[in-house]
T-cell receptor, first 112, second 112 residues
């Protein structure tokens, strides 16, 4: 079967750095994505890794290790507006088409 | 930048009535998805659509649900006889092959 694990909640201080981990067990894996969702809003695409290593987009970076079935999202210089839920999502080749499976989401609370 | 658009933003319906939720995916995307998110819970996969047919559906997507791509632009989700537990946010997403998904802003469905 397929599974994704990420922490349910994280609290961090404004200005600090926080890392949200995601581990997965899947077949047909071809990439890991991260999405941000504010309460009442839609998931917004943040970052995508198809290859091992670090992808940097401004204050946000994402890392993937395919051999370890592990990735993380790194948020730097945290701002209050970063308080949201963050979902990792694995992208899979499945029976000739492509599917995406989401984790349960990590609720990040940024405190002053 | 192209967007996935969904209408209506909020739908209120009496239990037992039929509803149709509409989505216009990004024009050159090939894969289309519907997701559901009950308040406070994770994003749940409903159905994926590729090459003019359903490629996968979840256990949630029972006989009450159907999807259609009636023309070259719209992608609809129909719930035939709504139940109270169908109250949720419904998100449409689309993607090109090998790329992350892009989500619409969602339709909030309230069943009375």
């Amino acid at each position: 079967g397929q599974s994704l694990e990420q922490p349910s909640e994280v609290t961090a201080v404004e200005g600090a750095i926080v890392q949200i981990n995601c581990t997965y067990q899947t077949s047909g894996f071809y990439g890991l994505s991260w999405y941000q969702q504010h309460d009442g809003g839609a998931p917004t695409f943040l970052s995508y890794n198809a290859l091992d290593g670090l992808e940097e987009t401004g204050r946000f970076s994402s890392f993937l290790s395919r051999s370890d079935s592990y990735g993380y999202l790194l948020l730097q210089e945290l701002q209050m507006k970063d308080s949201a839920s963050y979902f990792c999502a694995v992208m899979l080749n499945s029976g000739g088409y492509q599917k995406v499976t989401f984790g349960i989401g990590t609720k990040l609370q940024v405190i002053p | 930048e192209p967007e996935v658009t969904q209408t209506p933003s909020h739908q209120v319906t009496q239990m037992g009535q039929e509803v149709i939720l509409r989505c216009v995916p990004i024009s050159n995307h090939l894969y289309f998805y519907w997701y559901r998110q009950i308040l406070g819970q994770k994003v749940e996969f409903l159905v994926s659509f590729y090459n003019n047919e359903i490629s996968e559906k979840s256990e949630i997507f029972d006989d009450q649900f159907s999807v259609e791509r009636p023309d070259g632009s719209n992608f609809t989700l129909k719930i035939r006889s709504t139940k109270l537990e169908d109250s949720a946010m419904y998100f449409c997403a689309s993607m090109k092959g090998g790329q992350p998904q892009h989500f619409g802003d969602g339709t909030r469905l309230s069943i009375l």
